[in-house]
């Protein structure tokens, strides 16, 4: 990106400053970054240190620091000055293990970071729901995918709603709707059935509804012969 490479030197322009006469005569001249950025945005890196003074010794590090830690692609910061007119600057960047919503991340601490294009990362598990549940979210989703694994049905999500509601999604745009019981021995009795159900059709399935207190609610993306588009099976 203009302005600034990845392994290179970023050289800046001196700027007149009001600074204590030393820092008039020594001015940071030169940004090291460091590390391997792969998704960071250099042009908004580039932006956070020209609007901080640029004298060796006025440079505050620490309020350079905060507001790069503010980056959606920053996890964290080291900085150095080097004598006589060098920053180092060593960025890493999160890791991503889910999505979250329409355009964030949630990383590998359970921190969710953002907003970010998603289209790269479509191979990550989806989850949503109101902020400060995804790590429960994303439990439930290793759970859930851990047990229908036994049945060949491959989880892409997990989506929870405002009262707790939380529904599987499942490749292929199939869902389990699980209620607001997070009881995931109920999957069980899904795994059960898969077998049965195949024999009745084996298109792919579109929705099960497991929120029934006893029996099993079951529609097809293409309905079986009969053409009946749902079966409840006690």
Known sequence: MAGMALAGVLVLGVAALAQVDLDRLQQLHRVELRGEPRHVDLAQIEAVLTAHPRGFLALDLDAVRGDLLALPWVESVRLRKRWPDTLEVH???????????????????????????????????????????????????????????????????????????????LEGGGEVLMGRDDDLARLDQLVALIPILRERNPEPLARVDLRYPRGVAVAWQVPPAAGATETVIR
Not at 104 to 112: A, C, F
Not at 130 to 135: F, I, K, L, M, S
């Open 91 to 169: 960025v890493a960047e999160p890791l991503p293990v889910a999505r979250w919503g329409a355009d964030r991340l949630v990383d590998r601490h359970g921190e969710i970071f953002g907003p970010v294009d998603l289209d790269e990362w479509r191979f990550l598990p989806a989850l949503e729901g109101e902020t400060g549940r995804q790590v429960s979210l994303m439990h439930r989703y290793l759970a859930a995918a851990a047990r229908l694994a036994d049945a060949e049905l491959e989880v892409s999500g997990v989506r929870e709603s405002a009262r707790r509601a939380w529904t599987i999604q």
